[in-house]
Nanobody, 114 residues
């Protein structure tokens, strides 16, 4: 069974930065995507960014130029560096691992005050 453990959420003022981390454990196939989704109150869950095991990345248009996703394959860990945060970034952020099936973390709250 795969488990994802997230850390790094919190409260920050607009313009500030946060770094999210997600460590995966268990039986994990070497070829996979790891990424971050978010869900704001009353809205659907949306992709923020994802990165393949080979290093290819995808970003939502709303975060391009502000967020950077990276991973350490040896540690099965994915990071999301979030800079220039805006109140619109407030949401619960979920770590995702996609291989033969998808796995989700428990979510971490990110709140950006104006």
């Amino acid at each position: 069974q795969v488990q994802l453990v997230e850390s790094g959420g919190g409260l920050v003022q607009a313009g500030g930065s946060l770094r999210l981390s997600c460590a995966a454990s268990g039986r994990i196939f070497s070829i996979n995507y790891m990424g971050w989704y978010r869900q704001a109150p009353g809205k659907q869950r949306e992709l923020v960014a994802r990165i393949s095991s080979g290093g290819s990345t995808n970003y939502a248009d709303s975060v391009k130029g502000r967020f950077t996703i990276s991973r350490d394959n040896a540690k099965n860990t994915v990071y999301l560096q979030m800079n220039s945060l805006e109140p619109e970034d407030t949401a619960v952020y979920y770590c995702n691992l996609a291989e033969l099936r998808q796995y989700w973390g428990q979510g971490t709250q990110v709140t950006v005050s104006s």
